[in-house]
């Protein structure tokens, strides 16, 4: 199996930044696309950023221009640099990602989640 684990998130004020990270550990063969999501409270889960195997980027058009995605495949790790914070960015960050690993002596690629971490931007 794969496990997904975050850190990074926190409390900040409007106008600051965070960054947070999401490392893949087990027995992994290749990660594909990975992603961060976000859930603000009563509203539905909705895609942030998407990074692909071979560095395309996709950004909803609410955090063009402040936030960023990378990865380091060393690592198996992606971030999400989040700069000008703005109260609507609070929420519960997921990472997502699609992974090509090894059990019981087969191979599969499925859909991995994070457990997430919370975002709170103050006004």
């Known amino acids: 199996q794969v496990q997904l684990v975050e850190s990074g998130g926190g409390l900040v004020q409007a106008g600051g930044s965070l960054r947070l990270s999401c490392a893949a550990s087990?027995?992994?063969?290749?990660?594909?696309?990975m992603g961060w999501y976000r859930q603000a409270p009563g509203k539905q889960r909705e895609l942030v950023a998407t990074?692909?195997?071979?560095?395309?980027?996709n950004y909803v058009d609410s955090v063009l221009g402040r936030f960023t995605i990378s990865r380091d495949n060393g690592k198996n790790t992606v971030y999400l640099q989040m700069n000008s914070l703005k109260p609507e960015d609070t929420g519960v960050y997921y990472c997502?990602?699609?992974?090509?690993?090894?059990?019981?002596?087969?191979?599969?690629?499925?859909?991995?989640w994070g457990q997430g971490t919370q975002v709170t931007v103050s006004s």
């Open positions: 997502n990602t699609d992974v090509t690993y090894g059990e019981g002596g087969y191979i599969y690629t499925d859909d991995f």
């Open positions: 087990g027995s992994i063969f290749r990660i594909n696309a």
């Open positions: 990074i692909t195997s071979g560095g395309s980027t």
